[in-house]
């Protein structure tokens, strides 16, 4: 049953994570810190010019990391979810996800779970 349950919880968080643009909010804050580095490294840029902008780099940037902490959130809700269902209660369900095969069958079945998708989504 346990087993049962983390797959399920696997899919689910999967599913979830395809459908939300967290890798969309990475690849923006990416940009954003080789901007601000490219700023910081630039001779013909003055400092006070740097001292303005490097402000606005960091402001952007914690609030598209703050985003993505929450769209991280999200994935990560259906498995906590899955603890209400789970034989045990959330005490047995949270000591099941610590323990390693645990966590390398949701990677797994992530894993397989995403590239079978994307397949045959590509057709």
């Known amino acids: 049953m346990d087993v049962a349950l983390l797959v ?8 979830i994570f395809m459908r939300l643009p967290v890798m969309d909010q990475v690849t ?14 630039s001779r013909r840029i003055s400092d006070h010019w740097k001292e303005t902008v490097l402000p606005a780099y960091s ?6 990391s703050l985003y993505c902490f929450l769209l991280l959130c999200l994935v990560a809700l259906p498995v ?4 209400v269902a789970a034989p045990g209660g959330m005490a ?7 323990r390693p095969f645990a966590i390398a069958i949701m990677c797994a079945c992530s894993i397989l779970y995403i590239l079978v998708r994307t397949r045959t989504a590509r057709g």
């Open 8 to 15: 399920v919880s696997a899919i689910l968080a999967s599913e």
């Open 28 to 41: 923006v804050i990416v940009g954003t810190a080789r901007r601000s580095a490219a700023t910081v490294r």
């Open 80 to 83: 906590g979810l899955v603890g």
């Open 59 to 64: 402001v952007r940037m914690a609030g598209r």
């Open 92 to 98: 047995h369900w949270f000591e099941l996800l610590m």
